[in-house]
């Protein structure tokens, strides 16, 4: 277990070093989200907390799972060097579109669609070749591993990445909630881990924790923004540690629990854009004045202040994972 708080703390400690740095850099830069009519923040916000984020994070991963000696601390259980590269690659692409978005958002702009979806999309089959992947469930009433046709198993994983990629980022609208509902499943899915014997996504769960809790040391105070890369970069790496944890010795019931801890962005999500169909308007412009938009914006248009109503939406996701844990532990 040492282990796993040592890297923990490290990416911690290296979050919150990089921070101070990389928000006077973002200032010098004009690398900031100003107001608007539609977003109602007094001050520019920096754009780097997903910068730093991936930075913290990718550090942590090279020192712990890379370059360390590991076949004496995590036995029977390696990521090898095309799975590391894979993820480290795949989150730099989604990074790095991310903050192509967000420059283009500090110049009063609007990045269009299609090059981030590509980006998503190529980031997810670039994981999904480095065996990153779903690959079928096992039958609960033989036993058998029934393993999917390699086009099901392209199409879901696919979906898999660019689906939380894409609802994370309809959840950064307020301070703190995307970290925290982030966090949260994080933590799941490294209870989950540990519990399953899988230290490879036990070890990626605890430095993703270290680099939100990092992060949300500034952001819950209004300090920093994770702007699109963060939003990005956490639907990735969650999307990773599943995919590389409980999904691949899942059974039925055992593959609703990442969905289970994941359920509130999700549903709020899959809502939203349905609604949006229905009603004939775009599904991918943000916008925090219309009756068909995201939970936290129709909490706070009801007159709730923003703190609760993060507050409240933490609550209702941290019973979720709660529930996902139990349904763990129960089959």
């Known amino acids: 277990m040492w282990i796993y ?31 608007t009519e539609r977003k109602k923040h007094k001050t520019p916000a920096p754009l780097v907390g997903g910068l730093v984020m991936f930075l913290a994070f990718a550090v942590g991963f090279l020192i712990f799972v890379a370059f360390m000696e590991v076949d004496s601390i995590y036995p029977d259980d390696l990521l090898g060097a095309w799975e590391i590269a894979a993820i480290l690659v795949g989150a730099m692409m989604i990074v790095g579109i991310g903050l192509v978005d967000d420059y283009s958002k500090t110049r009063g702009k ?22 990153i992947r779903f690959t079928g469930f096992t039958n609960p009433f033989t036993d058998i591993y029934v393993t999917f046709p390699f086009g099901v198993q392209l199409v879901l994983t696919v979906l898999w990445f ?11 609208g307020l301070d703190g909630l995307a970290g925290l509902l982030a966090l949260l499943p994080g ?14 996504s036990a ?3 605890v430095l993703f924790l270290g680099a939100v809790a990092g992060f949300l040391r500034y952001n819950l105070r209004g300090k920093v923004w994770m702007g699109d890369s963060g939003a ?8 990773v540690i599943s995919l590389h944890g409980i999904f691949k010795q899942a059974t039925i019931i055992s593959m609703f629990i990442p969905m289970l801890a994941l359920a509130v962005p999700i549903v709020d999500s899959i809502t939203v854009v ?3 169909i229905l009603a004939k308007k775009p599904t991918y412009v943000a916008d925090s004045t ?9 909490l706070t248009k009801s007159g709730m202040k923003p703190k609760y109503a993060v507050a409240l939406i933490f609550l209702v996701s941290a019973c979720l994972n709660l529930t996902a844990i139990i349904l763990m532990l129960v089959v």
């Not at 933590?187 to 490879?200: I, P, Y």
């Not at 990005?232 to 999307?239: N, R």
């Not at 219309?290 to 129709?298: A, E, F, G, K």
């Open 5 to 35: 708080l040592i890297a923990f703390a490290a990416v911690i400690v290296i979050t919150l070093a990089l921070m101070p740095v990389f928000i006077k850099l973002a200032y010098r830069l004009d690398f900031t989200d100003k107001p």
């Open 110 to 131: 609007e990045f269009p669609v299609f090059p981030r979806l590509l980006i998503k999309i190529a980031a997810a089959c670039l994981a999904f070749a480095a065996g």
């Open 162 to 172: 660019v689906g939380l990629i894409t609802v994370f980022n309809f959840m950064d």
């Open 187 to 200: 933590c799941t899915l490294f209870f989950v881990a540990m519990s399953m014997g899988q230290t490879k």
């Open 203 to 205: 070890i990626m769960a």
């Open 232 to 239: 990005y970069m956490l639907g990735y790496l969650l999307a």
């Open 274 to 276: 349905v609604r949006r």
């Open 290 to 298: 219309s009756d068909i938009t995201h939970i936290h914006y129709r």
